[in-house]
């Protein structure tokens, strides 16, 4: 079992940056694969970004690409979010999850696939 704690959140303006971190509790850190979801108001939690175990593999929503990147180290049990250039439609609470995965090379887009989650962490962004 692993827990997880997100942390970085705040408020920035349109174009700005902020780098989210998740911080997991546990021995077997890199068993899991890691991802970031959002949900804002009215809407559905949706995929943001993921990563392999080993780092090796990352996943990203269109609309984020080129300006988030997600990274990991095992070393610390944290993954990050860095997210650049950030847009009113970014403004959400960002969650980090945590699945156990026996493939290396594989992290899920799938909220249904992600066992373990944080409480989340606002982020706004004013136009």
């Known amino acids: 079992q692993v827990q997880v704690v997100e942390s970085g959140g705040g408020l920035v303006q349109a174009g700005g940056s902020l780098r989210l971190s998740c911080a997991a509790s546990g021995r077997t850190f890199s068993s899991y694969a890691m991802g970031w979801f959002r949900q804002a108001p009215g809407k559905e939690r949706e995929f943001v970004a993921a990563?392999?175990?080993?780092?090796?593999?990352?996943y990203y929503r269109d609309s984020v690409k080129g300006r988030f990147t997600i990274s990991r180290d095992n070393a610390k049990n944290t993954v990050y979010l860095q997210m650049n250039s950030l847009k009113p439609e970014d403004a959400a609470v960002y969650y980090c999850?945590?699945?156990?995965?026996?493939?290396?090379?594989?992290?899920?887009?799938?909220?249904?696939?992600?066992?373990?989650w944080g409480q989340g962490t606002q982020v706004t962004v004013s136009s």
């Open positions: 999850a945590a699945d156990l995965q026996r493939t290396s090379y594989y992290a899920s887009r799938s909220t249904y696939e992600y066992d373990y």
């Open positions: 990563i392999s175990r080993t780092g090796g593999t990352t």
